[in-house]
């Protein structure tokens, strides 16, 4: 069933009547969340085309489809459908196929959201490819942004990031021309507002009704468990800065593996090798050999640049050293 009845004063008798007709009952589900199975809500601020010749809807207009956890949002939202399997081209019995949203698209499922200008989902593959500027997927602990491109993997809850790819978490960065993040997702924490001695939190008299609140919306939460980096990786916290021809990043244990013409710098302080090991979350470093298969292992390169003690200006409220002057040399003419 359709959540119409309170969208009449946006979409007009017109739209009513063109959403009343759309055989989207297993085509929105798909689109949205794939397998789900609890009830579409859709709203579209200035109406709804069907255009049957073409086999598109499009919704214009701060355009929105819900479906569970699953939302999408643009300007204006384009469904591609075709007959489904055993239809028997009657057009009773449809499925989408594409869905492309323009100007301020937003997938959000869970806790996790998507960004960006323009995106194309492939209902089949389950795959959103987001473009345009200021691309970005965040979650409660991580962001990851990105300029080309931001390709998501809805059902292998994967982000592809190309173009001066950015994830960061408390502090610490993960660079390179190509990052791609495996998600993972969490059971919620329990509640803790007035739980805490023995208090109980006043219970509002009517919940607000927003998207989350629909049947079937899930309450886990999102986050990244490891980032994989390819070309200029740049991996650090504050202490330390590693660089790399490639690189992986274990989120929960904070452990980042660089390999390739690998550089690790604190300070003026580097080291050189071609495999290195950063523990971001002790600031320790190792440096291991390598080399192409059967040659003799690179040896690991260090410099350490000791700390110029005698350019140090003087601490405040200490008074400059006093030493005696040098003797002048004596002069070789006599009085």
């Known amino acids: 069933m359709f959540y119409l009845h309170s969208y009449r004063h946006r979409l007009g008798l017109a739209g009513l009547a063109v959403l009343a007709a759309l055989p989207l009952s297993r085509a929105s589900a798909q689109a949205v969340t794939p397998g789900d199975n609890s009830p579409i809500q859709i709203q579209a601020d200035s109406g709804i085309e069907w255009q049957q010749d073409a086999h598109v809807y499009i919704a214009r207009g701060n355009a929105v489809v819900t479906r569970g956890p699953g939302e999408i949002h643009a300007d204006t939202l384009i469904a591609h459908y075709r007959e489904a399997k055993g239809g028997g081209n009657t057009g009773a019995n449809t499925e989408i196929y594409r869905v492309e949203a323009e100007g301020r698209v937003t997938l959000k499922r869970d806790a996790q959201t998507v960004v960006g200008d323009r995106a194309v989902y492939d209902v089949d593959q389950a795959i959103a490819v987001v473009t345009g500027k200021n691309l970005q997927l965040t979650t409660p602990s991580d962001t990851v942004t990105a300029r080309d491109s931001l390709d998501w993997y809805d059902q292998?809850?994967?982000?592809?990031?190309?173009?001066?790819?950015?994830?960061?978490?408390?502090?610490?960065?993960?660079?390179?021309?190509?990052?791609?993040?495996?998600?993972?997702?969490?059971?919620?924490?329990?509640?803790?507002?007035?739980?805490?001695?023995?208090?109980?939190?006043?219970?509002?008299?009517?919940?607000?009704v927003t998207p989350a609140a629909l049947p079937g919306a899930a309450a886990s939460e999102s986050k990244i468990s490891r980032v994989d980096a390819q070309?200029?990786?740049?991996?650090?916290?504050?202490?330390?800065?590693?660089?790399?021809?490639?690189?992986?990043?274990?989120?929960?244990?904070?452990?980042?593996?660089?390999?390739?013409?690998?550089?690790?710098?604190?300070?003026?302080?580097?080291?050189?090798?071609?495999?290195?090991?950063?523990?971001?979350?002790?600031?320790?470093?190792?440096?291991?050999?390598?080399?192409?298969?059967?040659?003799a292992p690179q040896r690991v390169q260090g410099l350490f640049v000791r700390q110029d003690l005698g350019a140090r200006a003087p601490a405040p409220g200490t008074a400059p050293s006093r030493e005696p002057a040098a003797p002048a040399p004596a002069s070789d003419k006599k009085p």
Do not use: C, W
């Open 156 to 208: 292998k809850q994967v982000a592809v990031a190309r173009g001066n790819a950015v994830a960061t978490r408390n502090g610490k960065t993960v660079k390179g021309d190509v990052l791609t993040a495996y998600l993972v997702k969490t059971a919620p924490g329990p509640a803790t507002a007035g739980a805490q001695a023995g208090r109980t939190a006043p219970k509002p008299a009517k919940p607000p």
């Open 231 to 295: 070309g200029h990786v740049v991996i650090h916290n504050a202490a330390d800065t590693g660089r790399g021809d490639f690189g992986v990043y274990k989120a929960d244990t904070g452990i980042a593996t660089l390999i390739g013409n690998v550089v690790i710098e604190r300070g003026k302080d580097v080291i050189r090798g071609q495999r290195g090991v950063m523990d971001l979350n002790n600031n320790v470093s190792r440096m291991m050999p390598g080399g192409a298969p059967g040659a």
